[in-house]
């Protein structure tokens, strides 16, 4: 499919660092873990040549950032996960791409900066996501941040502009999703072997989502994000956009081939570890539209309306 050529497949994962330090404390964690390392090894057998990732966990306020330094490296430790040991890393940027990435945010009117500095932080969910699926470093990386304010037209032209520099560059692209689907936690540590869905409600709507990924709906689910947002996320936490960046990057539409790999609770918000690959069938065109916006003109209203 036209719409398709730059992305290979989709990727949708958790930010959490237990499956990558601690995947032996319960069955869940196992078998998240056991999840990545299957999409690890169809990343390396892919053609791929830029592993593409949104990170919720990397907010920003001022603009839509994008790691430009070519070979960051430090020693992160997790603000709520500490306990669980730190997590060293020296990653392979594709600081070429980062930089077209941003030329093309600022051409559809996003206000957009590359940071490339030594020490800079990169945030636990990027860091999870590249040591897992990419360890080796064989295929370069670009991360760009979750702004907090960006409403769904700013996300979605976001998720165009990838589209835009990876056309221009010519580079087929893995696209990794940093997120959860369900977002509450305990507020006290938990013992892992008692790790579950923070309630029944949440456990419910993490599977009607499954259910849409599972049928390849991407777009269905862009729509339907206020809603997920109203009953499974916090709500002083920013809006859940991971899935408009997602669908306006691989394609606003529901001719996906889905699969779930795993879904387990971490410290009980909903983990889930799926692939999207572009497929010519469908379950059906999108049930219904937002707008669908090409250029940002600056209308957040964010200090009126929210920011969803």
């Known amino acids: 499919m036209d719409d398709n050529q730059d992305v290979l497949f989709g990727i949708y994962c958790p930010p959490h660092p237990h499956p990558l330090l601690a995947p032996g404390l319960n069955d869940g964690y196992k078998n998240l873990r056991e ?36 070979e960051p490296e430090w020693i992160h430790v997790d603000d709520d996960f500490h306990y669980l040991g730190s997590m060293p890393y020296k990653f392979n940027i594709d600081s070429e791409f980062a930089h077209a990435y ?42 760009v941040s979750s702004n907090m304010y960006s409403n769904r037209s700013e996300t979605m032209v976001l998720g165009k502009a990838a589209r835009d520099a990876l056309s221009k560059q010519g580079k087929k692209a893995v696209v990794v999703v940093v997120a959860s689907l369900s977002n509450r936690m305990f507020t006290e540590h938990i ?8 309630s029944s409600k949440d ?25 997920i947002h109203g009953q499974i996320r916090i709500q002083k936490v920013a809006a859940y956009k991971p899935v408009w960046w997602m669908a306006a990057t691989m394609g606003q539409h529901n001719n996906y081939k889905g699969e779930v790999l795993a879904y387990e609770p971490l410290h ?20 219904f539209d937002e707008d669908d916006v090409e250029y940002y003109h600056g209308d957040r209203n964010v200090l009126d309306r929210g920011n969803l």
């Open 102 to 143: 941003r030329e093309a945010a600022e051409s559809r009117g996003l206000h957009s900066r590359t940071v490339a500095y030594d020490g800079f932080p990169i945030d636990t969910g990027s860091v999870v996501a590249l040591s897992l699926l990419n360890p080796d470093n064989k295929i370069p990386a670009c991360i």
């Open 191 to 198: 013992d892992p072997k008692d790790d579950k869905i923070h």
């Open 268 to 287: 009980g918000s909903g983990g889930a570890v799926i692939q999207l690959t572009p497929s010519d069938e469908s379950v059906g065109d999108k049930e």
């Open 203 to 227: 456990d419910e709507w993490n599977k009607k989502i499954l259910e849409f990924f599972e049928d390849g709906r991407l777009e269905d689910l862009s729509q339907l994000s206020r809603d």
């Open 35 to 70: 999840a990545y390392d299957k999409l690890k090894e169809r990343i390396q057998s892919s053609d791929a040549d830029l592993i593409l990732i949104y990170s919720t966990t990397w907010p920003s306020i001022v603009g839509h950032q994008i790691q430009a330094h070519p």
